[in-house]
């Protein structure tokens, strides 16, 4: 069974960057479609980037646009989060997800799932 862990969150001022990282462990990363999610305080939470197990097919949240990437490193078995420019409205819990399909980016498809990381973008 695959499982999760995130970290690389911190304390970030705004147009800072920061990089998470999400690795896994007792599956392949390749075989699984992987996306990003956060959840701000009193907010539901929300697809940042999602992409496929082959990486032909990529979602992105419009407010993180020309933002944020995503990328795997298959050696490692580990997805990356870049996150450069960052505003105070990126402020939350980012989650890493794993999923055999992803068909959707949704936290309704997604099925595996870290425990998640703060990140605070604030003077």
């Known amino acids: 069974q695959l499982q999760l862990v995130e970290s690389g969150g911190g304390l970030v001022q705004p147009g800072g960057s920061l990089r998470l990282s999400c690795a896994g462990s007792?599956?392949?990363?390749?075989?699984?479609?992987l996306g990003w999610f956060r959840q701000a305080p009193g907010k539901e939470r929300e697809p940042v980037i999602c992409?496929?197990?082959?990486?032909?097919?990529?979602y992105y949240a419009d407010s993180v646009k020309g933002r944020f990437t995503i990328s795997r490193d298959n050696a490692k078995n580990t997805v990356y989060l870049q996150m450069n420019n960052l505003k105070p409205e990126d402020t939350g819990v980012y989650y890493c997800?794993?999923?055999?399909?992803?068909?959707?980016?949704?936290?309704?498809?997604?099925?595996?799932w870290g425990q998640g990381t703060q990140v605070t973008v604030s003077t």
């Open positions: 007792g599956s392949d990363l390749s075989y699984y479609a």
């Open positions: 992409t496929s197990s082959s990486d032909d097919k990529s």
């Open positions: 997800a794993g999923d055999h399909h992803g068909i959707f980016c949704s936290d309704q498809v997604y099925e595996y």
